[in-house]
């Protein structure tokens, strides 16, 4: 009896133990490689930017290569947290510290435009669009997102209802945002606002023919039903 015994907790511990041991491989591969991994990403970034930076978590993806990757940001800067990881076909190392940095820029800069205009808002987005050479990231020089992006605005009007009585203003209200950040010299690559009955969306060219709210009353039309 207490022989089964043994044996049941002998069984229960390797399975235990074998079920535990996947989850960490799962989760970080080889603790050798991880930890090989880690320093390597931290070392990358400083060679290639020659700043201070953290490595914030490594992970293991075993279905995208059995590769590794991890978040970072700069010692200094951790508003801007950036992906460094093995690209799974080449297994070259990668970073997004570029984008990131980019989409930061225009946020810092577009975000109180939206939040001065739009107060009663419910919610909006600003993303930046590479439009230059993908090179442009492969060594540490970081430009303004100005000189390399466009940029993609929404916002979010869920609980405004468009009607004959509040649409001019609402017009006005775009036109006036579309161009402060024009005046900023920004690149548009594309604008929307949603209204609870209504939509708006505008690409590079639309944008760029606008010379009045009065242009812009033909792109606002009812949501498909």
Known sequence: MK?????LLLLMAVVVIAVGGFIIYFNYGKPWEYFTYKDQFETTLEEKYDRDFVIKKTRYDMNHGSTYYAYAYEKNHKDIEFYIGQNPRTNKIEDSFHSATWRYQARQELNSVIEEIYPDRQNYSVETILEQDPSVTE????????????VEAGISMRETKITDHNKDKELQRVFQLLESIREKGVTFHSFGISFENKTMQLETNEIESVQDYNDLDINLVNYRK
């Open 3 to 7: 022989k089964t015994r043994l044996m």
């Open 139 to 150: 060594d540490g020089t970081i430009f303004n997102y100005k000189d390399v992006t466009s």
